[in-house]
């Protein structure tokens, strides 16, 4: 009878050319995607605020429990971005209570923590029951998990907090947002879970629109 390790040797190659033709089959339906079905064309395309870089906007909330379950698949997608691209994530505030977790999202972000602490904002308020929706709530939360109080009530009450906040809102009304999460490639291509099938079907899908964003750009 033939041992274990040769028997693993020997499947290795067939492992391996399965792998890369999931692959392929992958990347060649990222590239077919269908106007009008895994994606739109925004009409009147926006100027992004990153300049030569290709913009890719999330709009989301914390309070959304389809944003929650697409996080852990936007954390691991960050971490591949070409340096040609740069992600914004935008916070919706389609009822009351999503104000303050927007306003947590930008207190988050404005002391350089969010990528950090995003997920776990994420896992208290859909795993773990807690609210988040007053001050006093995140601010007790926020120095549960180490961060300094003083200096994170200091930024949710900074002016400088409220423009982002009005400048998410004039964003999620330009884009006609009605429901999270949604990703905006380059002010030209919108797309969203519910179009690709799958939370897993959407890194494909947004570097397919940012393949195409990159060929539609005009020649420097």
């Excluded at 492992?15 to 692959?23: D, H, Q």
């Excluded at 890719?56 to 959304?64: A, L, W």
């Excluded at 916070?91 to 404005?110: D, H, N, R, S």
Aim: proline share 6%; net charge positive.
């Amino acid at each position: 009878m033939q041992s274990f390790k040769t028997l693993v040797r020997r499947l290795l190659p067939f492992a391996a050319a399965l792998f890369a033709a999931a692959t392929l089959v992958g990347v060649a339906s990222a590239q077919e995607l269908v106007e009008g079905k895994q994606y739109v064309r925004i009409k009147n395309p926006l100027p992004v605020a990153a300049g030569r870089k290709i913009e890719v906007i999330e709009f989301f909330s914390y309070g959304c429990p389809h944003c929650s379950d697409l996080e852990p698949v936007m954390q691991g997608w960050m971490k591949t971005l070409p340096p040609d691209v740069v992600l914004v994530r935008v916070p919706v505030m389609f009822q009351a209570q999503w104000v303050t977790l927007a306003k947590i999202y930008y207190t988050l972000e404005g002391l350089g923590v969010e990528q950090k602490f995003s997920p776990e904002v994420f896992a208290a308020i859909h795993k773990n029951g807690v609210k988040l929706t007053t001050e006093k709530e995140f601010f007790d939360w926020a120095a549960s998990k180490g961060l300094d109080r003083k200096k994170v009530e200091d930024m949710y009450n900074s002016f400088a907090i409220s423009g982002k906040m009005n400048r998410a809102k004039a964003e999620a009304q330009q884009y006609s947002v009605q429901s999270v999460p949604m990703i905006v490639v380059d002010g030209r291509f919108a797309t969203a879970t519910d179009k690709v099938g799958t939370h897993d079907a959407l890194p494909p899908a947004i570097n397919a629109l940012i393949a195409k964003a990159r060929a539609e750009r005009p020649k420097s």
